[in-house]
């Protein structure tokens, strides 16, 4: 087999196991460093790194594998009471891109959509982080 061809067809796979590659894979790729830097942009505004501080949003001290909406002492995310999900990879990551998706389409408190599937994957990975 030709060259050309033998590297067409090692270039075609290639392709097609990245498009078929779970979501959790493709979010691995994160970039801590940078997901701090996109979280002091658009989420320090509303939401601290210390515990029991809270702005217009929770406190995400400690955050990563909790059960979501278990921050005591703030009441503002209802749609968040009684979840039945931890935040992780997936679930972090719908949040991001759609907080009201998340929860049903009730009213989750969080307004804020991070549109860029890469900037989420960031976002998570310094997310994390907070453990």
């Known amino acids: 087999m030709p060259t050309r061809l033998r590297l067409s067809l090692a270039s075609l ?9 779970p979501a959790s894979a493709a979010l691995a790729a994160g970039d801590e460093a940078r997901g701090q830097q ?6 320090l505004v509303c ?3 210390e515990p029991e501080f809270h702005k217009e949003g929770p406190s995400l001290y400690k955050i990563w594998g909790k059960r ?12 968040l009471k009684g979840a039945n999900f931890v935040w992780n990879e997936k679930t ?10 998340l929860v049903g389409g009730k009213d989750s408190g969080m307004t804020f959509r991070l549109e860029n599937a890469q900037d989420r994957a960031d976002v998570i990975a310094f997310m994390r982080t907070l453990k």
Request: with cysteine; hydrophobic share 50%.
């Open 13 to 21: 796979a290639t392709a097609a196991a990245t498009a078929i590659m």
């Open 38 to 43: 996109l979280y002091d942009k658009h989420c």
């Open 47 to 49: 939401h601290t790194l």
């Open 68 to 79: 979501a909406g278990a921050v005591p002492y703030f009441g503002k995310y209802k749609a």
């Open 92 to 101: 972090m990551d719908e949040w991001l891109a759609d907080p009201r998706a």
